[in-house]
């Protein structure tokens, strides 16, 4: 699983194998890492011991007891509880599920030099977002790049900076509306508003460098 998942204060990062959670990255052995990722890929579904086996361990033989070893290595790892768990639910006598709300974050690496500072919230999907131009869009040179067809190849552009941040729509087929009005020109947007680019609908969340939420005012022109 490449996908990197934000659930509770943990990133899954499997691109670059790292499970990161408030103080950074966490050691977990590469099994336990890959049966988190299988679980967080299924997710909600409940994955029979026997499938699990079979995913991680092809054409091997293996105890129903290094399932469970890699289980409790990621519950520590997390801090997750066996009674009342927030992400990982024993199915007694089947397996085990992915229990907790994670989603999918696009453009988690952030360029030298440039500072994560927004984020854009959607359905079961999160957009990291960086101080200076972030361009939005359905095309491979967008970032973040969001992949839905009504949503244009280079649909909007969203300026942040220290003063404030702002939105301009790039000529888009469907067009870019903030708070219900569509954008006719730099458009000053602020922390919960909603940003709908063609049918898809984001909300603006800009944190503070303490984890607080801040609200950005005023008007910001790129240039």
Same mark, same amino acid.
């Given at each position: 699983m490449s996908a990197c998942l934000r659930f509770g204060d943990w990133t899954y990062d499997g691109e670059s194998r790292e499970l990161r959670g408030p103080n950074g990255a966490v050691h977990v052995s590469p099994k336990a890492f890959d049966l988190l990722g299988t679980l967080l890929e299924s997710r909600p579904r409940?994955?029979?011991?026997?499938?699990? @086996?079979? @995913?991680?361990?092809? @054409?091997? #033989? #293996?105890?129903?007891?290094?399932l469970a070893s890699l289980v409790r290595e990621i519950r520590k790892a997390l801090g997750d509880r066996v009674r009342g768990p927030a992400f990982l639910r024993t199915v007694h006598g089947f397996g085990y599920a992915f229990c907790g709300l994670a989603l999918e974050v696009s453009g988690a690496a952030v360029p030298a030099g440039r500072k994560a500072s927004c984020r854009l919230i959607g359905d079961h999907r999160e957009f990291l977002l960086t101080e200076g131009e972030n361009v939005l869009g359905r095309g491979a040179d967008a970032s973040p790049r969001i992949g839905a067809t009504t949503v244009s190849r280079r649909h909007a552009r969203l300026f942040i900076s220290a003063r404030g941040a702002t939105i301009e729509d790039l000529g888009s087929k469907n067009g870019t509306y903030v708070r219900g009005e569509l954008v006719t020109g730099p458009t000053a947007v602020a922390d919960g508003d909603e940003i709908r680019l063609g049918s898809v609908r984001l909300t603006l969340r800009v944190a503070s460098g303490d984890g607080s939420t801040d609200t950005y005012a005023g008007r910001q022109r790129d240039g």
């Open positions: 409940a994955l029979s011991k026997a499938e699990l @086996r079979d @995913r991680l361990w092809p @054409r091997t #033989v #293996v105890a129903d007891s290094n």
